[in-house]
């Protein structure tokens, strides 16, 4: 059983920063595949990264390639998200996620098995 509490989150111009982090408890996180989840109201949840096992394997929705970047810290039992060139749309609750299963790195909602309660961003224009 893995717990998940993201942290982060505000109320940020457009064009700013803001960096999201994911504490997750149990001595198993570094074997888990770790992703970012964002969901707009009225919208489906939606894959925003995700980090393989080991750290080195990444992957990123096209809408936030290079101003998003994913790093976890095994140390810390932390995920983090750094958000740059902040966009309105880019508002959402975002959710980090851990896969039980590493094989292959999972862009799907459904194939997370553990989730954290969300953290608000709000990008104004």
């Known amino acids: 059983q893995v717990q998940l509490v993201e942290s982060g989150g505000g109320l940020v111009q457009a064009g700013g920063s803001l960096r999201l982090s994911c504490a997750a408890s149990?001595?198993?996180?570094?074997?888990?595949?770790m992703g970012w989840f964002c969901q707009a109201p009225g919208k489906e949840r939606e894959f925003v990264a995700a980090?393989?096992?080991?750290?080195?394997?990444?992957r990123y929705a096209d809408s936030v390639k290079g101003r998003f970047t994913i790093s976890r810290d095994s140390a810390k039992i932390t995920l983090y998200l750094q958000m740059n060139s902040l966009k309105p749309e880019d508002t959402a609750a975002y959710y980090c996620?851990?896969?039980?299963?590493?094989?292959?790195?999972?862009?799907?909602?459904?194939?997370?098995?553990?989730w954290g309660q969300g953290t608000q961003v709000t990008v104004s224009s």
């Open positions: 149990g001595r198993t996180f570094s074997s888990y595949q």
């Open positions: 980090m393989g096992s080991t750290g080195i394997t990444t």
């Open positions: 996620a851990a896969r039980r299963k590493t094989t292959t790195l999972s862009t799907s909602k459904t194939e997370y098995d553990y």
